[in-house]
């Protein structure tokens, strides 16, 4: 709490930083909802890790191929890097494309430019959940 100068009683601190009013109290408050979130995820993102290697990362190649895409490198890149063959990329990225793991990011003249959804692959796990639930 801070104490104005005119005022004895205490307020809420309120600082000004770039233009914004910051309140010391939210800010406590969005740290511990942070804090919290974080380890939601780790948690679930084990659990969803979990699940994309036994249903569509099954082998080593398959999980290099998807650790590979990031956006920036074509598939013939990514098969030259990884000693696959570029058709074997093409059809994994379709793949993952269908499920929605993947988005297109760029179109090149060989293709587009793929990175992985983090939101597609949240909504795939819980495509996945229902499933099983029923």
Do not use: Y
């Not at 494309?97 to 796990?125: C, F, H, M, Y």
């Amino acid at each position: 709490m801070c104490r104005s100068r005119t005022w004895h009683r205490a307020r809420p601190c309120v600082r000004r930083k770039r233009g914004l009013e910051v309140d010391d109290e939210a800010i406590r408050l969005l740290r511990s909802i942070d804090r919290r979130l974080a380890l939601m995820s780790i948690r679930e993102e084990r659990e969803v890790q979990g699940r994309l290697n036994e249903e569509v990362l099954r082998t080593d190649a398959r999980k290099a191929m998807f650790n590979a895409i990031d956006g920036r490198r074509s598939s013939p890149e990514i098969a030259r890097a990884l000693g696959v063959s570029e058709r074997a990329v093409q059809m994994f990225v379709k793949e993952l494309s269908e499920e929605g793991l993947v988005r297109p990011v760029a179109r090149t003249g060989r293709g587009n430019l793929v990175e992985k959804d983090d939101i597609g692959i949240a909504e795939w796990q819980l495509r996945r959940a229902r499933e099983e639930a029923l």
